[in-house]
């Protein structure tokens, strides 16, 4: 204890000895906390620590008194220490003395990568990571080691087998510029530009952006007045582009201009679209509404396929409709049109066979027709080229067939028929009579099915009409033109010029039985208006004979 008193008289002055003397500083023993306790100021290493960790017997031993005895001891030490500073040092420069921490973030995620290829800037990307190296003060190996973490691709390949025998940054970054970034082709240039044009989803301001960077980055050199030109190649819409074809032709200003205007008119089009964006509908609570009011119904398809356990009248399980206890309310064509769908499932040849329903509700013409003096109904087909007999109406009415037939019929679908015969059929339908080579066919839909050979053998045209759901033909006499050319007997006059007449026969129509259609069919737009022309005046029929009487044509006086 008495080195402790030594060191306290030989330390340095108070601050206060300034103005109040020189003297000794002299600490004043205080009285310890508790009875017969030594100071504080006066104990040892070992004594604080045997009297923290050991309080004395008369104390309370609550925690507050011990919290208190430690704290002392704790500024006893540091008045020591301040004791203790060496001379020519201020208490006020020992206190002052601060340790100072600086941490820089990690932001090597920053910085952009490079894989080697022809859309990566190679001078973009080491200018970026030696910028990073001079804020964040980093060394030559922690400049090597972000390069290495943002290489991507070939580049990365190359590193694994050159690129890690170099140590520092720049004996590193030079080879991976010679073998990365080589200047591009002439060719390689135009296509790499040409391949950078407009989407549709995109404004021309970041199209026009995006590709003059790729113009300047080959070391070809272009006027402002080339760039724009190549600029509006590359637009997508074809209404912008004579705008802005206009407005070059007329400025021939920079590219700044250029995208000056184009930015202008990505503008207008952006009012313009929200202009014709729909007012926002909140369809929840209608749609919310609609489920609470109306009835949850399953509506199917009509032709759609129904399981095998499933009545197709009542749509019911565990019963078909044959055996439905619903009333059957299909009218007696839909019943029939049943009937020949079923008979064409089940018979062999029902593959080329159409099964077609003999209602006038149907796209179908029907004609009464009469076949060898048998009274049928006809099919009007304007699409069959040839004409054709049912096997079994031939067979009933005992016609004349020849079996020896080679020759296939092709249908509309790709599918092709073999003709069991060939009759000779003379149809009358109407007042119109020829006589036809008809093919006889197995299970064909009508008894008979004129085609285009019976049309072409009548001497009449045809016409069809549709007026107020009434579809009806008529027939017009094909048109005959006779040429008539005369000329002059006497050998001491000129020849006449040539006369030409065309005769023209009476216009015969003859009105078909009247068939109700639901949808309008395709006429002879000619005939029609040649028709409508005629039917009021028959233009006269010229007279060949009373040619002489008349009075002779202007000559040629040549």
């Given at each position: 204890?008495?080195t402790?008193h030594?060191?306290?008289?030989?330390?340095?002055?108070?601050?206060?000895?300034?103005?109040?003397?020189?003297?000794?500083?002299?600490?004043?023993?205080?009285?310890?906390?508790?009875?017969?306790?030594?100071?504080p100021t006066?104990?040892t290493?070992m004594d604080?620590?045997?009297?923290?960790?050991?309080p004395?017997?008369?104390?309370?031993?609550?925690?507050?008194?011990v919290?208190?005895n430690?704290?002392?001891q704790?500024?006893?030490r540091?008045?020591q220490?301040?004791?203790?500073?060496?001379?020519?040092t201020?208490?006020?420069?020992?206190?002052?003395?601060?340790?100072q921490i600086?941490t820089?973030?990690d932001?090597?995620g920053?910085?952009?990568?490079?894989s080697?290829?022809?859309?990566d800037?190679f001078?973009?990307?080491?200018?970026?990571?030696?910028?990073?190296h001079e804020?964040c003060?980093w060394?030559?190996?922690a400049?090597?080691n972000?390069?290495?973490?943002?290489?991507?691709g070939?580049t990365?390949t190359w590193?694994r087998?050159?690129?890690?025998?170099?140590?520092d940054?720049t004996s590193?970054?030079?080879?991976?510029k010679?073998?990365f970034?080589?200047?591009?082709?002439?060719c390689?240039?135009?296509a790499?530009?040409?391949?950078?044009?407009?989407?549709?989803?995109?404004t021309?301001?970041?199209?026009?952006?995006?590709c003059v960077?790729?113009?300047?980055?080959a070391?070809?050199?272009?006027?402002?007045?080339?760039?724009?030109?190549?600029?509006i190649?590359?637009?997508?819409?074809?209404n912008?582009k004579?705008?802005?074809v206009?407005?070059?032709?007329?400025r021939?200003?920079?590219?700044?201009?250029?995208?000056h205007?184009?930015?202008q008119?990505?503008k207008?089009?952006?009012?313009?679209?929200?202009?014709k964006?729909p007012?926002?509908?909140?369809k929840?609570?209608?749609l919310?509404?609609?489920?609470?009011?109306?009835p949850t119904?399953?509506?199917?398809p009509k032709?759609?396929r129904l399981?095998?356990?499933?009545c197709?009248?009542?749509k019911?399980?565990?019963?078909r409709?044959?055996?439905?206890p619903?009333p059957?309310?299909?009218?007696e064509?839909?019943?029939?049109a049943?009937?020949q769908?079923?008979q064409?499932k089940?018979?062999p040849e029902?593959i080329?066979r159409v099964?077609?329903a003999?209602?006038?509700?149907?796209?179908?013409?029907?004609?009464?027709?009469s076949?060898?003096?048998?009274?049928?109904?006809?099919?009007?087909?304007?699409?069959?080229?040839?004409?054709?007999?049912d096997q079994q109406f031939?067979?009933?009415?005992k016609?004349?067939?020849?079996?020896d037939?080679?020759c296939?019929?092709?249908g509309?679908?790709g599918n092709?028929?073999?003709?069991t015969g060939v009759?000779?059929?003379?149809?009358?339908i109407?007042?119109?009579?020829a006589?036809?080579e008809?093919k006889?066919?197995?299970n064909?839909p009508?008894?008979?099915?004129?085609?285009?050979?019976?049309r072409?053998a009548?001497?009449?045209?045809?016409?069809?009409?549709y007026?107020?759901?009434?579809?009806?033909?008529?027939f017009i006499?094909?048109l005959k033109?006779?040429?008539c050319?005369s000329?002059s007997?006497?050998?001491?006059?000129?020849?006449s010029?040539s006369?030409?007449?065309?005769?023209?026969?009476t216009v015969n129509l003859?009105?078909?039985?009247?068939?109700?259609?639901s949808?309008?069919?395709?006429?002879?737009?000619?005939?029609?208006?040649?028709h409508?022309?005629?039917?009021d005046?028959t233009?006269?029929?010229?007279?060949?004979?009373?040619?002489?009487?008349?009075?002779?044509?202007?000559?040629?006086?040549?």
């Amino acid at each position: 204890m008495q080195t402790d008193h030594i060191e306290v008289k030989n330390s340095t002055l108070i601050a206060n000895e300034a103005a109040f003397g020189t003297n000794e500083l002299k600490l004043m023993t205080p009285q310890g906390i508790f009875e017969d306790s030594i100071s504080p100021t006066r104990l040892t290493r070992m004594d604080a620590i045997e009297n923290r960790t050991t309080p004395n017997e008369n104390s309370n031993g609550t925690l507050e008194l011990v919290m208190l005895n430690t704290m002392l001891q704790m500024m006893a030490r540091l008045l020591q220490r301040q004791l203790e500073t060496p001379p020519g040092t201020s208490n006020d420069n020992a206190t002052s003395a601060q340790l100072q921490i600086t941490t820089t973030p990690d932001l090597t995620g920053t910085l952009p990568t490079y894989s080697g290829t022809e859309s990566d800037n190679f001078a973009q990307w080491k200018t970026a990571v030696e910028s990073m190296h001079e804020r964040c003060a980093w060394t030559e190996a922690a400049t090597i080691n972000a390069g290495i973490s943002r290489i991507r691709g070939r580049t990365a390949t190359w590193h694994r087998t050159t690129g890690h025998l170099h140590a520092d940054w720049t004996s590193w970054v030079t080879p991976l510029k010679t073998e990365f970034d080589k200047p591009l082709l002439f060719c390689q240039w135009v296509a790499y530009v040409d391949a950078r044009a407009q989407r549709e989803n995109k404004t021309m301001t970041d199209y026009i952006y995006a590709c003059v960077q790729r113009i300047r980055r080959a070391l070809y050199k272009l006027s402002d007045d080339d760039v724009v030109d190549w600029l509006i190649q590359g637009v997508w819409s074809t209404n912008v582009k004579p705008m802005l074809v206009a407005f070059h032709d007329l400025r021939r200003g920079r590219i700044a201009e250029f995208l000056h205007y184009a930015q202008q008119m990505d503008k207008r089009d952006v009012e313009i679209s929200d202009e014709k964006k729909p007012p926002a509908v909140n369809k929840s609570s209608k749609l919310s509404e609609r489920n609470a009011t109306e009835p949850t119904t399953i509506t199917t398809p009509k032709y759609a396929r129904l399981p095998a356990d499933t009545c197709a009248r009542c749509k019911r399980k565990r019963h078909r409709a044959i055996n439905c206890p619903d009333p059957d309310t299909r009218t007696e064509d839909e019943k029939a049109a049943a009937v020949q769908r079923r008979q064409a499932k089940s018979s062999p040849e029902g593959i080329n066979r159409v099964a077609i329903a003999e209602t006038s509700g149907r796209r179908i013409i029907l004609l009464q027709a009469s076949v060898n003096d048998i009274t049928s109904q006809a099919l009007w087909d304007t699409g069959c080229a040839v004409t054709l007999i049912d096997q079994q109406f031939a067979q009933k009415h005992k016609f004349e067939v020849a079996t020896d037939v080679d020759c296939v019929l092709g249908g509309p679908f790709g599918n092709s028929c073999k003709p069991t015969g060939v009759t000779q059929a003379r149809i009358t339908i109407s007042d119109n009579c020829a006589t036809v080579e008809a093919k006889v066919i197995k299970n064909l839909p009508y008894e008979v099915m004129v085609g285009l050979d019976w049309r072409q053998a009548i001497p009449f045209d045809y016409i069809e009409r549709y007026d107020h759901g009434i579809h009806t033909i008529e027939f017009i006499q094909k048109l005959k033109k006779n040429v008539c050319i005369s000329t002059s007997s006497d050998s001491d006059t000129q020849p006449s010029l040539s006369n030409f007449a065309t005769e023209l026969s009476t216009v015969n129509l003859v009105k078909c039985e009247s068939i109700k259609y639901s949808k309008k069919m395709s006429s002879a737009t000619q005939l029609k208006r040649f028709h409508e022309k005629t039917q009021d005046t028959t233009p006269p029929l010229h007279d060949n004979s009373a040619q002489s009487t008349q009075a002779p044509l202007a000559t040629d006086d040549r």
